[in-house]
């Protein structure tokens, strides 16, 4: 699932082709219109004002004040070029050069949809969306506020979404390693100072995948059709079985929270405390 690295990837090629573009017309193709694409006609004859990002979204304020909502969910992409199959969504676009872009979803996860501009009620997880972790924001003290409310697993907690916005699988198991937690640890048995390493990590891995344009996995491409060169870079995700970079302990895969997780069991120990309770 493409994660913050990949969309704003997306968001950043997208913004030249629409930024200040009319929508002269926003056509649902193969898709039932609610909810995941509700109101979409509402974008029609609308300036587009800017392409924004949070967290995994992209929002674009228009010029009626609604605002048109893009989630890629599991494969989503949006292309300059038609796809043969699996069109969602296709905008004809205002000027010169080129006209149309098309929304494709072959696994149908993917939302276009339009809403009262800021409000964000019908679409719970960017309501209730953490700060951006890009951002400043995204303090130590913040990071450590959200996460000591919470003895959920610190994985589960992240991809809520809610301590801090646009990571997903990927990107949690990477930032996890580097700071040497545990996918288990329950949030709120973090210290201040493990905090501020997680926190670190976070901005230097989503960072360093934005400047390689992502992580090719399966289904993402940008804009163009092309691959993030990120996937290179990984430390553990996918790498079940290989040696750990660190230690040469050989890397662990489970399951938490209905999601692969990629681990070194030897640089991610559960607390002690933790290890007893279970
Ligand atoms: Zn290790």
């Not at 090629?13 to 629409?18: I, V």
């Not at 993402?220 to 995700?237: A, C, I, N, W």
């Not at 079985?241 to 990629?262: D, M, P």
Request: aromatic content about 6%; overall charge positive.
């Amino acid at each position: 699932m493409p994660e913050l690295p990949e969309v704003e990837t997306v968001r950043r090629e997208l913004s030249p082709w629409l930024s200040g573009r009319i929508i002269r017309r926003a056509k649902l193709a193969d898709a039932d219109p609610a909810p995941k694409y509700a109101h979409l006609e509402k974008a029609s004859q609308q300036r587009i004002l800017q392409v924004n990002r949070r967290g995994k979204f992209l929002l674009l304020p228009l010029q009626n004040g609604a605002e048109l909502i893009i989630h890629l969910g599991m494969t989503g992409v949006i292309l300059a070029r038609k796809p043969r199959r699996h069109i969602r969504v296709i905008l004809d676009l205002s000027g010169p050069s080129q006209r149309r872009l098309y929304f494709q979803d072959p696994r149908r996860f993917g939302r276009f949809l339009v809403v009262p501009g800021g409000d964000y009620r019908t679409l719970p997880t960017l309501h209730r969306m953490g700060p951006e972790p890009l951002s400043e924001a995204f303090t130590t003290n913040h990071f450590h506020r959200a996460l000591s409310a919470s003895r959920a697993p610190i994985k589960s907690l992240i991809l809520s979404q809610r301590p801090v916005a646009g990571l997903g699988n990927i990107y949690v198991d990477e930032a996890l390693w580097a700071a040497r937690v545990h996918p288990l640890t329950p949030a709120r048995a973090l210290s201040l100072r493990k905090v501020d390493k997680l926190r670190i990590a976070i901005v230097r891995i989503l960072e360093e995948s934005i400047a390689a344009r992502g992580t090719t996995f399966s289904d993402y491409r940008t804009v163009g059709g092309e691959s993030g060169g990120f996937f290179q870079q990984l430390d553990v995700y996918g790498r079940d079985g290989e040696s750990c970079r660190r230690c040469a302990t050989r890397l662990r895969k489970r399951v938490v929270g209905q999601r692969g997780t990629h681990f070194c069991p030897q640089c991610q120990r559960l607390p002690r405390l933790v290890k007893r309770d279970r």
